[in-house]
């Protein structure tokens, strides 16, 4: 019986996952064997694999690469230093809340910090440096693009170091280490899932950008995200546009897959040790 009423409150679950996850998938699939004038063909695969996307597709992953690297080195010490702070929880809200704030609001806001009579070129002015080209260059994207990601870097890497057992780093103190040695022969090693889930966080929605580097870098960085848009809003092109889409969600399936960590109970056993 309980097994029974337990099925019953999937249904609801397994409805949203059919209608805005699979069904989806099957359309964006259906048109990728589409050309522009609505025919069945294959030619969008081929074309796919022609320089010009598969350069595209390299540098989406360079930046999105580049983006979770940047992440990971900015989210890793404040995830280390909050966790060490004694109201952690307020500094972790402060931390998220910028997330909560509409995506477009911000590209704005960093617009106008960016433009060549902002607040930025106002102080370099003052400075003595002189007034820089800061907005479409590859700097503003990539520092609007670390911005908007930190915090989905830095909660899971939060949430694994709050899980080690504070014995453990006690343990390597009493036994001669260092901060820097218990950092990485103790810490680091403890909060490895957490940062792979905070990678994936950050790579896979890097990978499909196409708002920033329209807005921050003006179109100077095309991404598989970006042509993603050019192909449905103005070439109308929904076959071409598609079967990219079709690769991203391979390219990210494939992501998952690999960084799918198998010691999640890694902490446990040190524990229960």
């Known amino acids: 019986m309980e097994s029974r009423s337990r099925n019953l409150y999937l249904i609801p679950y397994g409805l949203w996952i059919v209608v805005f996850v699979v069904a989806p998938l099957i359309l964006v699939f259906y048109y990728s064997m589409l050309d522009i004038n609505g025919k069945w063909t294959l030619a969008n ?9 598969l350069k595209m597709a390299i540098k989406s992953f360079w930046y999105a690469l580049l983006i979770t690297a940047v992440s990971l080195v900015v989210a890793y010490p404040a995830a280390l230093a909050i966790s060490r702070t004694r109201h952690k929880q307020l500094w972790l809200l ?6 909560w704030i509409n995506l477009l609001l911000k590209a704005y806001a960093f617009i106008g910090l960016f433009s060549a009579h902002g607040p930025v070129n106002a102080m ?3 400075l003595g440096v002189g007034p820089r080209q800061i907005m479409f260059t590859d700097f503003s994207f990539l520092f609007v693009a670390v911005y908007i990601f930190v915090p989905f870097m830095i909660l899971p890497i939060f949430n694994s170091i709050e ?14 280490a260092s901060e820097w040695v218990t950092l990485r022969r103790v810490i680091f090693p403890l909060t490895a899932n957490g940062v792979k889930s905070g990678c994936r966080a950050v790579f896979i929605p890097a990978l499909s950008l196409f708002m920033i580097t329209r807005l921050i870098a003006g179109n100077r960085i095309i ?4 042509a993603i848009e050019q ?11 598609s079967t990219i889409a079709v ?9 998952m897959a690999l ?11 040190e524990r229960r040790v």
Do not use: K, N
Request: glycine share 14%; charged share 10%.
């Open 45 to 53: 695969y081929t074309r796919f694999f022609t320089p010009v996307y």
């Open 94 to 99: 402060l931390t998220v809340l910028p997330s």
């Open 124 to 126: 370099l002015a003052a």
């Open 163 to 176: 899980e080690i057992s504070p014995s453990l780093i006690a343990a390597a103190h009493d036994m001669g």
């Open 223 to 226: 991404t598989l995200g970006t």
């Open 231 to 241: 192909h449905f809003l103005v070439t109308q092109d929904w076959g071409m546009g």
């Open 247 to 255: 690769f991203l969600v391979i390219a990210m399936g494939l992501i």
């Open 259 to 269: 960084t799918d960590g198998t010691g999640s109970g890694h902490v446990g056993r």
